[in-house]
């Protein structure tokens, strides 16, 4: 049985937050000091800034991506396309779902140049989801939008922050505040669809249709998906890659010309979709890529938990990093906006994710496929001009 005295010096080791000889010293542990072995060292373990261990940069100096496109030893593309993919698919948790559609489609609604309806889908075998889609009048098939809503911590609505709700006076005014502070007061899905671009906007579980869920209990949703065997993430993934999958089935859309676009959480789930779907031709990602190592630093909202739930796929970062698995859609278009004065991704994040993106399409022979962009004036939003640049860049990639 251990003493009182061995006890305390246990408690005092506990919150020591620095393995060198003064911390250890400051708290009166035994055997403290110059001489002191690596293995005492080791037990002065604590939690710092940010819910990070203190010990969290030799954490993060095991992180190599061996399974990099260029690190990997499989130096054919497509061989290695194959391989992460596998192994991206492996880390979801959440198995592929070959669930009939069986859509069913609501009253249609005009609007200026395109017509409005609600699709309800299933995704999966365990849900039914209610979509917003939007057809351009005219004669098809259209080229299309795969909508992808973002995090934002507001969830009362999903896919109306992206498509005008034209049903629902409630849902309106809270989908045209969030247009008014993030997207210059427009609806880019309505933008799209007056373009020309069939669009199709979904809510992920926990917005609009499927929740709302509240910011304080994702991480107990999430926590519980695991104990499940399953992963929030990963459904979310999956049905990311299913509504790819219907979209690019309807009669009315040219299936070589589907995109995925998104802002926020909404641009990380586009690259996702481009890299596990080869339903998608291009994708749009507007404030949401970095590297991995870089973005976990102190200060930095990933570290809170929570949101980073949606877009955390347990032991991946063992093989890949965010970047790479963009990578896994190259050679095709891809672009990538990121605004200067966005706190939520370090410059740093950016530039190493950014190089690692080009190296990979440079291999392929297709530069001129990436399109990479730094908004220096802009934060964390995905304004009008913002918006007519990726337009433009769709048009032609498409």
Not at 146 to 162: N, S, T, W
Not at 277 to 298: F, N, Q, Y
Request: proline share 5%.
């Amino acid at each position: 049985m251990s003493s009182d005295s061995d006890r305390s010096r246990l408690g005092r080791r506990r919150f020591v937050t620095g393995a060198g000889a003064g911390a250890a010293a400051m708290f009166g542990v035994a055997g403290a000091g110059a001489g002191a072995s690596t293995a005492h060292a080791a037990q002065a373990t604590g939690i710092v800034e940010g819910n990070l261990p203190d010990f969290h940069p030799l954490l993060k100096d095991e992180l190599r991506f061996p399974l990099a496109y260029g690190t990997s030893p499989v130096r054919d593309f497509r061989a290695w396309r194959r391989a992460a993919r596998s192994k991206v698919e492996e880390h979801l948790l959440v198995d592929r779902d070959h669930t009939p559609y069986d859509p069913e489609p609501g009253a249609p609604a005009e609007a200026d140049g395109y017509t409005r309806e609600s699709v309800t889908l299933s995704l999966t075998r365990y849900e039914r989801v209610r979509g917003s889609l939007l057809t351009p009048h005219g004669t098809g098939p259209f080229p299309a939008v795969l909508l992808l809503h973002d995090h934002g911590a507001k969830f009362d609505i999903g896919k109306e922050k992206l498509v005008r709700p034209w049903d629902d006076d409630t849902r309106l005014a809270s989908a045209q505040a969030w247009a008014d502070r993030y997207f210059s007061g427009r609806f880019v899905g309505d933008e799209l669809a007056r373009r020309g671009y069939v669009v199709l906007a979904l809510d992920a579980l926990g917005w609009g249709d499927r929740g709302p869920v509240t910011y304080e209990q994702q991480q107990a949703l999430a926590s519980n998906f695991l104990n499940l065997g399953s992963s929030l993430a990963g459904l979310m993934a999956r049905e990311d890659v299913r509504a790819a999958g219907f979209l690019a089935g309807l009669d009315r859309v040219d299936r070589r010309r589907v995109a995925a676009v998104g802002f926020s959480m909404g641009a990380f789930r586009a690259w996702q979709t481009a890299g596990l779907s080869d339903h998608i031709a291009a994708a749009a990602s507007v404030c949401w890529m970095t590297g991995l190592k870089e973005v976990m630093v102190p200060g930095n909202n990933i570290l809170r938990g929570q949101s980073s739930y949606y877009m955390l796929h347990p032991g991946l970062a063992r093989h890949l990093d965010f970047p790479d698995v963009a990578s896994i859609a190259a050679p095709r278009p891809m672009l990538f906006f990121h605004g200067g004065q966005d706190s939520l991704f370090p410059a740093e994040g950016v530039r190493v994710a950014y190089e690692k993106l080009r190296a990979v399409w440079r291999a392929r022979h297709a530069e001129e496929h990436l399109h990479t962009r730094i908004w220096p004036e802009l934060g964390h939003v995905f304004t009008a001009p913002q918006q007519d640049e990726v337009f433009t860049w769709l048009d032609s990639a498409l």
